[in-house]
């Protein structure tokens, strides 16, 4: 197993300047975590949005994984997914250690 730290999502309720809409998810973003050097995600979510109401109120940190699976095996809890949300892209939320994680897997 493999994880590599990808950023820290914090859910806001006013939208940032440079935010873009994720029509999928029904939110907003920050449209690259890269620009930041903490690589925070800035996140307004939209009512009817996909993603469960935790992750428009606490924070999560996310991590690139070689295979969600192992992962979300080992959570407490998934609160989203797993579910592709490109043909190389898979994606779930988890809790572990009552923390929330992102789980991103991509085959690409």
Do not use: C
């Not at 930041?36 to 995600?41: L, Q, W």
């Not at 579910?83 to 898979?90: F, K, W």
């Amino acid at each position: 197993m493999s994880a590599e730290y990808m950023h820290v999502g914090i859910p806001v309720l006013n939208k940032k300047p440079g935010m873009i809409y994720n029509e999928w998810g029904r939110f907003w973003v920050n449209e690259s975590v890269d620009e930041y050097d903490y690589k925070i995600e800035y996140l307004k979510f939209d009512e009817g949005t996909r993603f469960p109401e935790i992750l428009s109120k606490q924070p999560h940190v996310a991590y690139k994984v070689d295979n969600l699976e192992p992962y979300a095996a080992q959570a407490q809890q998934i609160i989203f997914g797993p579910e592709a949300v490109s043909d190389t892209v898979r994606l779930a939320f988890v809790i572990v250690d009552d923390a929330i994680i992102e789980l991103y897997e991509d085959k690409g």
